[in-house]
Every structure is written in structure tokens, then in C-alpha cells.
């Protein structure tokens, strides 16, 4: 649109998205704040307000371009996806400065719309960080009041080993407010891009104090100091280790795989993070002591009707009957019951659990109670009345009583058999007289069907090869009369003319013989060689192809139906090669040989790739197949794109005819 253009963001921010989609015209000075992926887009700030810019190629944006830059943009306004963007037309750099100072990140304004693409700062603790293969970035989840914070950043080998160093510090993190929307403009994630690994610094905090693990568990704040703590090592799961003191377990989540010696005490160092029924710690650090210390598994009290979170993370052992195993190679569950109390049992990683461990056994187990809880809100939940155990390994299940070889589901496909048999023996004896008298009339029923099919498949053959093949070629005859009326002489359109009334006779001459064929007057026209002189030469003339025929051996009488199979077969591959093959010749040669006569048609065209021959709606070689099965021929088809086709049947002289129809 004409006008004056747009110079300032807060104009463009301000605009609906259908006048941002009329590309207004967009002129302004700004700040780069962060440059994309391949450079294919960025942020930039004018100290007020911010936007995402698009930049049509790499190109366009001069190489010193980086943040702190201040650049003038032209180009022009698109609405975007959750506010009005920009696609620049010309980036000019102006000059360099240092790059913009964030501002606070305000967790009660965190959602408010004027908050994209806004340039802040928070600090945080580095819980864990994704890598999704497929895509070039990694995204790193930072804790921070209360809440998960999800930031992405262009992924590198140098920015992912950073961040393993980084793993469950507390960081201060500087990036761009983004916004994730759906088709109606409505926010439905937050989140934060990182232009860089220099925009995330890790926070040099004081050693942890060391604390009883029964403190840690009743701590009111999180993320906020770290804290240390020592204890027994329970359970070791790769980067999950379970540690037991004096008033308490806790669940340690460490950035690196360690793989520790049961019963070891270990000091553990890191920040607290909220859980369902206390916090576990996120470490930074984990460092084995000297001590030792045997690790006995803790009774479960089943008589009590409901579990307090004393329980949670604990080592225990309790003893239950399997209800049923359902096994993966990941995940193995075991569904137990114990003293009238349903629970899952969960083994990590593919189990060889062997015959004895199944439904209707009883196990004692041993490992890590899990509390869960039916609250909504489950991180308030003091008490619940359902766990669910974590075994470390399957030493951990010892088999008590094996499982009954009568069990419930034997005993049903035992009761199932039996009664199959019996209605089986009642239905058969039922069945059997029917049987009799009705086989006749299904044998007769068959019969008539067949005969029906066979008498189908014979009339949609001769209408095929008669009246379809001789109207496709006056169709192209007509249209080459019409030309040839419009660009040549009057004799040339005479001349054509008269070689459509010839196909108008032959095809009626052709439609006379199918009928009487149907009708059971089995008649031939003659000689093969006769057959080839009157039609396939004449057509071979019209489409300008040169046709040889060739003989070799003694022609031998064949009877009328076998003949008139042939020379369908032969007609249907000869008007093939006429129509559609682009072939400058054809070759026709009769072998008659001792024991049988082998018709060999080829061309020199532009052949085909049978195996992708599309066969709906083409019913030509479905009816040359089943022509050559009728007189007990054998057929033959060899073709390949640019290379031409060979056609070969093959008649055998002691097997002339099969069958009529």
C-alpha cells in the first residue's frame, strides 16, 4: 500500500493481522538482539519494544550483522503467527554497539502478550536438556519460581559439552521471550531462545551445607542455596541414585550416568527440587566416602490402610501374589496383590523371568517404594493409600510358591475345548443330512455359475478384439481425415475416406464372425498368411510401419478354433505395436515346427516395463492370457523401456483344442 512507512515497533505491534497482512511498507533503525538458525531470521529491539524479523536469504544480512548491531531495516509487515512480523527487504548495518541490556524477567507479567520477543534475563537451576535428533536444536529446562522454563538453542558439539558442565547449577540465563501460538493467534506455550552460550553464565555459589537427608525432605524452599548431604547408597539407576539416612531416603538426580557400589556412602551436593511427596535433589556433584554399610530392605506395613511419605524412595521388601505380566523390551509390569492390596511391580530393561514367575505364583520382592496419589494436585499429597515398587534387578524376586498348573486361564481354555467339541459334534450330525441333499443342487449351482463366467469372459474377449480394436482405428482414421481435409488436396481426403469404409466393412465382417462364433458356427476366415495379407498389412500401410511376415517349416492344418485364437492373439500384440509401441517396424515370423508352432511378433519400439503395467480399464493382455490358456498355448512377453517387444506363442500339435465355448 502507498504511504509513509512504518518506523517504530510499537506501530507494527499495535497492527491486527489482516493490516499487518497487507505488507505495509516498514522503515526503522533498530538493535539486533539475537541472529537465527543458518540466518534465516532474528530479533531485533529499538530499546522499546521487540520483533522477529525474516530475511528472504543469508545473503542479505552483512556478515559483521550480530547482536548489539544496529541496523536500518526496509521491508514490509506480515501478520506472524502470534504478533505482526517483518520480512526485510534491505538490512544495512550501521554500526556496532554493545549488545542491548535485558530486562528482568517479571514472573507475574511471564504470559502477558506485550512480553514476545522481548530481550530478559533470570536465574535458575539446569535441570536437563533434550536433544531431538531430527531437529537443530536442543532444549534446556531451567527451574526457576516453581516453574520448568523451556529455552532453545542452535545445537553444537561446543554448546552441548558447556552444558554438561552446567548440568543442575544454577545459571543466570539472558534470551528472547517466544511465543508458541495455534491457527487462531492464541498463546498456547511460552518459551525463550538463547542467541548464544554466552548468554547463559553459570552462578558461583558457596559449598553446600551438609544436612541430615530428613532436613532436605522438610525443606519449605527450593532452588534457592545448595545444599549437601550423605548417604547410603540403595539403589543405583544410571543417572538416578537412592540414598538412605538417618530420618529419611532421597532420590538423587545426577547429570552423568554413575555407576555405584550398593551399600557405599556417598555425599551428594546440589539443589532441591519440589516432587509428589517431598523434593528430590538435583546434584552437581556426587563423592564417594570410605565408609561401608550393609543395605537391608525395609518391611512394608500392609496392615495400614494408608502410607506416609516416610515410605517414598525407601528400600522394601513384602510379599504378593502375581495377577499377570505383561513384558516389553524396555519395561517389564508385573501386576501383584498383597494382603488384598493391588500394585504394580516395574523392572527396567528386558527381563528373562522365566517359566516360574507368572500369574498365580507368589514372590517375595525386594525394591524402591514409589507412592502415588489420586490428588489432582499431587505435589500437596501427605498420604495415599497405592504405591507401586521398583525392582533393582531380577534378583530381586524370589519365586516363594510356584505358580499352579491349573490355573484360571488353562482352566477356561480346558471348559472352552470341551464345549467347541460338543457343539461341534451336534452341529456336524445337524449338518450332515443336509449336506447330502443339498450337494447336488450346490454341484449343479457351481456349474451353471462357471459356465455363466466363462461365457462373460468369452464375449467381453470378442467384443475386444473386434469392435474396440477396428473403432479405435477408424477413430484415428477420421481424425486423420479432418486434418488432411483442412491442410491437403481433396484427392488425398477421398483416399482417406475410403480407408475408413474398408474398416467399417472389415469391423462388420469381424462382428458377423463373433457372433456366429458365440453362437457356436466355430469358423476361420483361412490360412494364417491369408488373415496377415488382408489385415495387418493394409493397417501397417495406414500407420506407415514396415511389416514383414515370415514363414519357416511346413504349415500344418490346425482346426478352426485353435486357428481363430491365434490369430486374436496375434491381432491384439500387432495392433498393440500399431498403437502405442512408436515402432518404425514389425516382424511376424510362423515357426512350424515338429512337435508345435511357435508365432514369434516383435517390434523395434519404444517398449515398456511389464511389471507396471496398469491393467484396469485394459483388458488386452487379460485377453490374450487367457486366449493362449484356452487352447493350451504358451505365451510369452519380453519387453523393456526403449528396447522394443517381443511377443511368443507357443501351440503344441497334439493339443489343438481344450475346450469350446
Keep these: 500500500m502507498a504511504g509513509e512507512p512504518l518506523r517504530s515497533i510499537a506501530e ?46 543469508k545473503d542479505q544480512v552483512p556478515a559483521e550483522v550480530r547482536p548489539g548491531s544496529v541496523v536500518r531495516i526496509q521491508g514490509a509487515t506480515v501478520p506472524g503467527g502470534f504478533t505482526p512480523h517483518i520480512i526485510a527487504k534491505k538490512v544495512q548495518l550501521l554500526k556496532q ?49 516453581s516453574r520448568a522454563l523451556i529455552i532453545r538453542v542452535i545445537k553444537s558439539p561446543e554448546t552441548q559439552k558447556i552444558l554438561e558442565g552446567l548440568m543442575h547449577h544454577r545459571v543466570k540465563v539472558s534470551a528472547i521471550v517466544a511465543t508458541r501460538s495455534n ?54 539407576d544410571g543417572k538416578t541414585v537412592y540414598l538412605r539416612g538417618d530420618e529419611g531416603c532421597l532420590r538423587v538426580r545426577l547429570p552423568k550416568s554413575r555407576s555405584l557400589e550398593l551399600g557405599a556412602e556417598v555425599r551428594v551436593e546440589g539443589y532441591s527440587l519440589p516432587g509428589a511427596f517431598g523434593p528430590d535433589l538435583l546434584a552437581y556433584s556426587l563423592t564417594p566416602t570410605d565408609r561401608r554399610a550393609e543395605v537391608l530392605p525395609r518391611p512394608f506395613p500392609l496392615e495400614n490402610d494408608v502410607y506416609t511419605a516416610g515410605l517414598q524412595n525407601d528400600l522394601v521388601r513384602l510379599s504378593a501374589k502375581v495377577l499377570s505380566v505383561a513384558a516389553s523390551d524396555k519395561l517389564t509390569i508385573i501386576h501383584c496383590l498383597a494382603d488384598g492390596e493391588p500394585f504394580e511391580l516395574y523392572l527396567s530393561g528386558p527381563a528373562n523371568l522365566g517359566r516360574e514367575i507368572a500369574a498365580g505364583c507368589e514372590l517375595e520382592i525386594t525394591g524402591i517404594c514409589e507412592l ?19 525392582a533393582r534387578n531380577i534378583d530381586d524376586l524370589i519365586v516363594l510358591q510356584a505358580a499352579p498348573w491349573w490355573s484360571a486361564g488353562r ?22 443330512r443336509r449336506r447330502v441333499a443339498s450337494q447336488t443342487a450346490i454341484i449343479s449351482e457351481q456349474i451353471e455359475k ?57 469391423c462388420q465382417q469381424e462382428t458377423r464372425e463373433a457372433i456366429s462364433q458365440l453362437r457356436g458356427a466355430a ?44 490369430l486374436r492373439i496375434l491381432h491384439e500384440a500387432f495392433v498393440n505395436a500399431i498403437n502405442h509401441s512408436q515402432a518404425n517396424s514389425i516382424r511376424l ?73
Excluded at 493490516?19 to 543458518?38: H, N, S
Excluded at 461341534?424 to 449338518?431: D, H, I
Design 183 to 236: 491457527q487462531e493467534r492464541q498463546m498456547t506455550m511460552r518459551y525463550f531462545q538463547l542467541p548464544s552460550m554466552r548468554d547463559i553464565e553459570l552462578i558461583e555459589s558457596p559449598p553446600g551445607e551438609v544436612i541430615p537427608i530428613g532436613q532436605i525432605l522438610q525443606k519449605d524452599a527450593f532452588d534457592e542455596e545448595p545444599v549437601a548431604a550423605e548417604g547410603i547408597v540403595t539403589h543405583s
Design 450 to 506: 462357471e459356465a455363466a463366467h466363462k461365457e462373460r469372459q468369452h464375449f467381453a474377449r470378442e467384443l475386444h478384439d473386434t469392435l474396440q480394436q477396428n473403432l479405435t482405428g477408424i477413430s484415428m482414421q477420421v481424425e486423420n481425415a479432418q486434418l488432411q481435409f483442412e491442410t491437403q488436396s481433396r484427392e488425398k481426403s477421398e483416399e482417406n475416406l475410403e480407408r475408413i469404409h474398408q474398416l467399417i466393412v472389415e
Design 97 to 145: 554497539e554493545a549488545p542491548l541490556v535485558p530486562d528482568e524477567l517479571d514472573r507475574t507479567r511471564l504470559f502477558q502478550s506485550d512480553q514476545d520477543c522481548e530481550w530478559v534475563w533470570f536465574s535458575g537451576t539446569l535441570m536437563e536438556v533434550s536433544d531431538f535428533s531430527e531437529r537443530p536444536y536442543l532444549f534446556i529446562k531451567v527451574w526457576w519460581h
Design 411 to 432: 482352566l477356561l481354555v480346558a471348559l472352552g475345548l470341551f464345549s467347541a467339541a460338543c457343539l461341534l459334534a451336534v452341529a456336524w450330525g445337524l449338518s450332515l
Design 372 to 390: 502415588k496419589s489420586d490428588e489432582p494436585n499431587p505435589t500437596v499429597a501427605s498420604v495415599t493409600d497405592r504405591f507401586q515398587i521398583k
Design 12 to 57: 507494527i505491534r499495535e497492527l491486527s493481522a489482516e493490516d499487518a497482512g497487507q505488507k505495509l511498507a516498514v522503515e526503522l533503525e533498530a538493535k539486533i538482539t539475537l541472529i537465527g538458525y543458518l540466518r534465516s531470521g532474528g530479533f531485533i529491539h529499538d530499546g522499546e519494544n521487540g520483533i522477529y524479523i525474516h530475511f528472504n536469504n
Design 523 to 566: 469358423t476361420t476366415r483361412g490360412s494364417l498368411a491369408i488373415f496377415v495379407e488382408d489385415s495387418m498389412r493394409e493397417r501397417a500401410r495406414v500407420a506407415e510401419v514396415k511389416f514383414e511376415v515370415e514363414t519357416i517349416g511346413q504349415p500344418k492344418p490346425y482346426d478352426s478354433f485353435t486357428v481363430r485364437h491365434i
Design 589 to 661: 515370423i510362423f515357426d512350424y515346427q515338429d512337435e508345435q508352432l511357435v508365432t514369434t511378433l516383435s517390434d523395434d519400439g519404444r517398449g515398456f516395463d511389464p511389471r507396471t503395467v496398469e491393467t484396469e480399464g485394459h483388458f488386452g493382455l487379460i485377453g490374450m492370457c487367457e486366449r493362449a490358456e484356452l487352447i493350451g498355448a504358451e505365451l510369452q512377453l519380453d519387453s523393456s523401456r526403449n528396447k522394443g517387444t517381443r511377443i511368443s506363442l507357443k501351440v503344441s500339435a497334439s493339443n489343438q483344442q481344450l475346450e469350446t465355448v
